[in-house]
C-alpha cells in the first residue's frame, strides 16, 4: 500500500469518526424527540437507561475524535508521550464507560434476543481488544500492541458502519423487513470491521516480516 493510499484511507476514516461525533453530539441538546430516541420514547423515565445513554453517547464521542490519531506514525514518533497520553485516555474511556455502558444499552436493544446478543457481543468483543492492547503495551510487545490497537478502533468505528449500514439496507427495492435490518446490523456493523481489518493486518504484517 502506498503512502498516499495509506493517508487518503486514514483521511476517509478520520473524517467519518470525527462526522460521527459531531452528529451524535447532537444529543447534549437533551431534546428527547431527536433521532435513535424517537425509537426510545418508552425508555425516556427510565432514569438508568437514560444515564447509561448520555454516558456512551459522550464517551463515545470522545473515543471517535481521538482514535484516529493513534494511527499516524509520525506523530507517534516525534511525539511519543502524546500518542501515551493519548492511547491511556482512548482505552480508560472504553474500558471505564462505553464499552461497559453499551453492553448495558444492549439489553434495551431493538429487535429481541438476536439483537441483544449481537450488540452484547459487540461491546464484550471492544473492551476484550481494548484491553488485551493495554496488556500487550504493559508487557513491552509493541507489534501485539499494535495490532490489538487496530482491533479496538475497528470496533469502535462499528458506531459509523452501524449508521452507514442501516439506511442503507432500509431502501424499499431491498425488501428487507424492518426487524431484519436492525437484528442483521447488530451482528454486521462489527463482524464485517474485524474481518476487513484482520485481512488489513495480515498484509500490513507480512510486508514487515
Not at 430516541?37 to 432514569?47: A, D, M
Not at 482514535?67 to 482512548?90: M, S, T
Not at 426487524?179 to 476487513?196: D, E, K, R
Request: glycine share 4%; aromatic share 18%; net charge positive.
Amino acid at each position: 500500500m502506498t503512502i498516499a493510499l495509506k493517508y487518503t484511507l486514514w483521511a476517509v476514516i478520520a473524517f467519518c469518526s470525527l462526522f460521527l461525533a459531531y452528529i451524535t453530539a447532537l444529543y447534549f441538546s437533551f431534546d428527547t424527540n431527536l433521532n435513535f430516541l424517537n425509537v426510545k420514547q418508552s425508555l425516556i423515565s427510565n432514569n438508568f437507561w437514560m444515564t447509561s445513554f448520555y454516558i456512551h453517547v459522550g464517551t463515545g464521542i470522545l473515543v471517535m475524535l481521538i482514535g484516529p490519531f493513534q494511527f499516524l506514525k509520525w506523530l507517534r514518533n516525534k511525539y511519543l508521550e502524546v500518542h501515551r497520553i493519548i492511547g491511556r485516555i482512548y482505552v480508560f474511556t472504553i474500558l471505564g464507560f462505553a464499552a461497559p455502558t453499551g453492553l448495558i444499552m444492549a439489553f434495551y436493544a431493538e429487535g429481541g434476543l438476536w439483537s441483544t446478543i449481537g450488540f452484547s457481543l459487540m461491546s464484550i468483543t471492544w473492551f476484550l481488544t481494548t484491553y488485551l492492547a493495554v496488556v500487550a503495551a504493559k508487557n513491552k510487545k509493541i507489534r501485539s500492541h499494535e495490532k490489538w490497537m487496530y482491533r479496538s478502533y475497528a470496533m469502535s468505528f462499528s458506531a459509523v458502519t452501524l449508521r452507514l449500514l442501516v439506511p442503507a439496507m432500509s431502501i424499499p427495492n431491498f425488501g428487507f423487513s424492518d426487524h431484519f435490518v436492525v437484528v442483521s446490523t447488530a451482528w454486521i456493523s462489527w463482524l464485517i470491521n474485524l474481518i476487513i481489518i484482520e485481512l488489513y493486518l495480515k498484509i500490513k504484517f507480512k510486508s514487515l516480516t
